[in-house]
Nanobody, 127 residues
Framework: QVQLVESGGGLVQAGGSLRLSCAAS????????MGWFRQAPGKEREFVAA????????YYADSVKGRFTISRDNAKNTIYLQMNSLKPEDTAVYYC????????????????????WGQGTQVTVSS
């Protein structure tokens, strides 16, 4: 069965860093684009970043450009989100998702584009 399992969340001070991981199984990972979304209490799910099947193309929400980096290791069936210069508004549950189109593009910001979702990992940024 398809599984996406996020890890690496936690509590950090504003200005700190955190690295999230998402381990995938049950599908041909290297053919899928991947994305990170987040959802804060009382808010809609929000796009964070996307990466193409090869890792060549990446796309970021304006709110995280210059601070977050998405990457993937197809040999390990894993994607990562390196988060630097964290702000309190980054506080949310972070989810990874798989997109069978394989692309990272403007439309990757829409959560309906993705077929598989993980269960999420909590990131809390104090102050």
């Amino acid at each position: 069965q398809v599984q996406l399992v996020e890890s690496g969340g936690g509590l950090v001070q504003a200005g700190g860093s955190l690295r999230l991981s998402c381990a995938a199984s049950g599908f041909t990972f290297s053919r899928y684009g991947m994305g990170w979304f987040r959802q804060a209490p009382g808010k809609e799910r929000e796009f964070v970043a996307a990466i193409s099947w090869s890792g060549v193309t990446v796309y970021y929400a304006d709110s995280v450009k210059g601070r977050f980096t998405i990457s993937r290791d197809n040999a390990k069936n894993t994607i990562y989100l390196q988060m630097n210069s964290l702000k309190p508004e980054d506080t949310a549950v972070y989810y990874c998702a798989a997109d069978l189109s394989g692309r990272a593009e403007y439309n990757s910001r829409y959560y309906g584009k993705y077929d598989y979702w993980g269960q999420g990992t909590q990131v809390t940024v104090s102050s």
